[in-house]
């Protein structure tokens, strides 16, 4: 249903034992997926994995081979569970240490760096070798870029300045156009007319994504498609498909 | 950080590119990571892949030798976009058909199965040869058991119902107690003393989420173990540090 990603693609690894337990969920996909989106560059892929070096290691090997762009959320401050760093420098076989850029950064965000800048704190200070920083206008501790893999933090706030630091220094792709309709009837009565549709629209992707609420089943038929003319011709055949499906018999 | 597990284990597979879209949140794995916890089944990964084939396959096998149980959600409806019945078949390198059973449960949900059970429709009675059918009270088209592997749908009040239906016959593990405790202060300060005392309690998994709202930078500590003499060790540790740190120095 998908076609051939013909630009840049992305995918995301979220840290964290908290999200995977439930409790909380992850806010910091969706709102790269929206923003890479606007830039042309589709999510393809998302994984949410535990606090373990062996899970983070392969899950950032795995997709960084696969994808244009790989962003990770979580794991990069001072406490003994934010092992992030560490993980992607032994993904790339790379060393890692505090650094002095890094460091100085840090520094500027205590008053008396003397002081506070402690052992924990520094910890925000190892960068993988060769790794460019990511600005972090929140709370200073960087994020960074190593090879195509961004690393960034999992607190929503910092994460969402990252991403605005980082994103416009990346290149564009051909965005996604994308249209919905929504059709108030069961899946069962649409899909077979909406089969023909998309075979007719061979350059649109159509997925339906159905629902329930009180008033009964229905289905968001969401087009998307790089070609504005092709997805303006998609939408026409599914706004006639609509109204066919709703008059009565 | 995350202890090796004991006993049985889980993975999700969130399919749809709407998921990826970023538009719609994933309600399903955050409602399924809790109920497992409750029957001591720790949801160690979860992926959202999109609705292409070998994507599918490949998510399927990779997590299917590596977990206990692998769900799944979404693309079991009647419209062309929904492939994830065949895709668990080629997974598992078996048939897929309409079967007797399926239809049977399907039909049920018809005034006049004759009109209203339409060839797109009767997709949803395509079943992996040698699976299992996995109620769905809701909207009748059922899930399906095959091997380790169970495929829900993606409507979370449809997914909900079939995970009521299914997780009772899934054996037990240790459920993992969890305690927390809010510390009003930057990760930096706790991060120190916090490691001291994950180390002296080998037994707990003891995890740092920092927040940042308007009163500035905090931290929920999260402590999990399946022993019950254990957590309580560590959070009353855990408690102890609190009060130090938020004395005045």
């Known amino acids: 249903m998908t076609p051939v990603d013909p630009g840049p693609t992305a995918a995301m690894i979220t ?45 950032v090997n795995a997709l960084r081979a696969k994808y244009t762009h790989v962003f990770t959320s979580g794991g ?15 993904a790339f076989g790379v060393g890692i240490g505090v650094r002095e850029d890094a460091r100085a950064i840090l520094a500027t965000n205590y008053a008396d760096p003397e002081r506070d800048l402690n052992e924990a704190r520094l910890r925000m200070a190892r ?29 929503p706030r910092v994460f969402q300045a990252m991403v605005a630091a980082l994103l416009p220094g990346l290149a564009d792709g051909v965005p996604v156009l994308s249209e919905s309709i929504r059709i108030d009837l069961p899946e069962g009565r649409i899909a077979g007319p909406l089969r023909l549709v998309a075979e007719a629209h061979p350059d649109v992707s159509i997925g339906s994504y159905p629902f329930q609420n009180d008033g009964g ?16 011709e998609a939408m026409a055949a599914l706004r006639e498909m609509a109204a066919l499906l709703a008059a009565p018999a």
Not at 17 to 37: C, H, K, V, W, Y
């Open 127 to 155: 960068i993988p070798d060769g790794a460019a920083l990511i600005d972090n206008p929140v709370s200073k501790a960087p994020g960074f870029t190593l090879g195509n893999v961004h690393v960034m933090a999992g607190v």
């Open 76 to 90: 990069i401050g001072p406490t003994h569970d934010d092992i992030t760093a560490d993980c992607v420098a032994a």
């Open 15 to 59: 840290i964290g034992d908290e999200i995977l337990s439930g409790r909380t969920q992850d806010a910091n996909m969706p709102f790269l997926a929206q923003a890479l989106a606007a830039k042309g560059i589709p999510m393809r892929e998302a994984r949410v994995v535990p606090d373990v070096a062996e899970e983070i290691v392969a899950a």
């Open 217 to 232: 089943f229905g289905a968001n038929i969401v087009a998307r498609s790089t070609d504005p003319a092709a997805l303006a």
